[in-house]
Nanobody, 127 residues
Framework: QVQLVESGGGLVQAGGSLRLSCAAS????????MGWFRQAPGKEREFVAA????????YYADSVKGRFTISRDNAKNTVYLQMNSLKPEDTAVYYC????????????????????WGQGTQVTVSS
């Protein structure tokens, strides 16, 4: 069993930055592929970014490419999402998710691929 706890959300003006963190506990974090998703009111949960167990592969949604950066520190059992140039349309609850993998480069964008989810952290971007 893995527990994920997100933090770092808040209220920020358009053009500002936030860094989200997702701390994992329970098992060997370094063998987990990690992802960030978000869900705005009335919308489906959507993929934001993902990073492989090794950290060598990353994927981003087109809507955040060039503005968001996903990274991980396996020694701290934590994955990060640096969000720059925030826009009002980035407003959502942000969730991290993980899946235990055996291939270091495994990473996916579909939410159904992931096994464990955090409770989410609210990000609100004002115009």
């Amino acid at each position: 069993q893995v527990q994920l706890v997100e933090s770092g959300g808040g209220l920020v003006q358009a053009g500002g930055s936030l860094r989200l963190s997702c701390a994992a506990s329970g098992r060997t974090f370094s063998r987990y592929s990690m992802g960030w998703f978000r869900q705005a009111p009335g919308k489906e949960r959507e993929f934001v970014a993902a990073i492989s167990w090794s950290g060598g592969r990353t994927y981003y949604a087109d809507s955040v490419k060039g503005r968001f950066t996903i990274s991980r520190d396996n020694a701290k059992n934590t994955v990060y999402l640096q969000m720059n140039s925030l826009k009002p349309e980035d407003t959502a609850v942000y969730y991290c998710a993980c899946k235990e993998v055996t291939y270091a480069g495994a990473v996916a964008m579909g939410p159904s691929w992931y096994d464990y989810w955090g409770q989410g952290t609210q990000v609100t971007v004002s115009s």
